[in-house]
């Protein structure tokens, strides 16, 4: 999406802590919670000046660290693309899946994904339609080559906030009320409806908030839409940008 856009478009892509390249500190040295994201998230777009005319772009476990933000900002963002994410409390219809349960409530599912890396290589297995490149594979796979380097991992899917005991209710719960205050913005939703986590349960509450959005939705596309669809899905993208001026 990135090189999609970047010719007419600044794009700003956040490396989290513990993913991607990015330092991996351990858990006396970083609190790996939806919390310590948002502000890491508020201090990176204070510190680029952005001005005031933002399209917030989020994806996965982004849909809740992009809006965190955007529920502070709200009149900084005045574009939307969305793809798979949520940014509201499980649907009661939805049941959380056993993969997330195993590695969230566990602590074999957290040997798994520490010690076996079995989060980031099923993910890169189970969440395309059309596999991934060895060398695509490889890349995704790389940060996480080690138990250490795993911390992150295992930190996001124990954080997920299923109810009021939970550490980050508040933030998921503030953001499922206040998402249709975004809905008099241009959005769009770009949707893989294999993803076996966000899937159409997800899809209809952005719809819900969000009923003037644009959407793109793909039957034969996987939690990665971006990989499975970035042929026509970027090309979409960018028209829903042009279209939208700022």
């Known amino acids: 999406m990135v090189r999609g856009l970047q010719d007419d478009y600044r794009c700003i892509v956040p490396d989290h802590i513990g993913m991607g390249l990015s330092d991996k500190p351990a858990d006396a040295d970083y ?15 204070d510190s680029l000046n952005l001005g005031n005319d933002i399209t917030l772009a989020v994806h996965d476990w982004g849909g809740m660290i992009g809006f965190g933000w955007a529920l502070k900002h709200a009149a900084r963002v005045k574009r939307l693309v969305i793809l798979n994410t949520a940014a509201f409390p499980l649907p009661a219809a939805k049941a959380l899946p056993w993969q997330l349960n195993l590695g969230r409530n566990w602590a074999l599912g957290e040997w798994l994904i520490r010690g076996a890396n079995a989060f980031a290589a099923g993910a890169a297995r189970d969440g395309v339609v059309r596999p991934l490149s060895p060398e695509v594979k ?17 930190r996001f899917v124990q954080d997920i906030p299923l109810g009021p005991g939970d550490r980050a209710w508040d933030l998921v719960e503030d953001a499922g009320r206040r998402l249709a205050s975004f809905a008099d913005r241009p959005a769009f939703l770009g ?4 993803d076996f986590v966000f899937d159409d349960h997800f899809l209809k509450g952005f719809e819900r908030a969000l009923p003037r959005a644009e959407k793109q939705i793909y039957e034969d596309a996987g939690h990665y839409v971006l990989e499975d669809k970035h042929e026509v899905l970027v090309p979409r993208i960018r028209d829903f940008l042009d279209r939208n001026l700022l």
């Open 31 to 45: 609190g790996y919670t939806l919390r310590n994201r948002v502000q890491d998230l508020d201090r990176l777009l």
């Open 138 to 154: 490889a890349a995704l796979l790389a940060p996480y080559d080690s138990w250490a380097n795993r911390i992150s991992t295992v």
């Open 191 to 194: 949707w893989g409806l294999k």
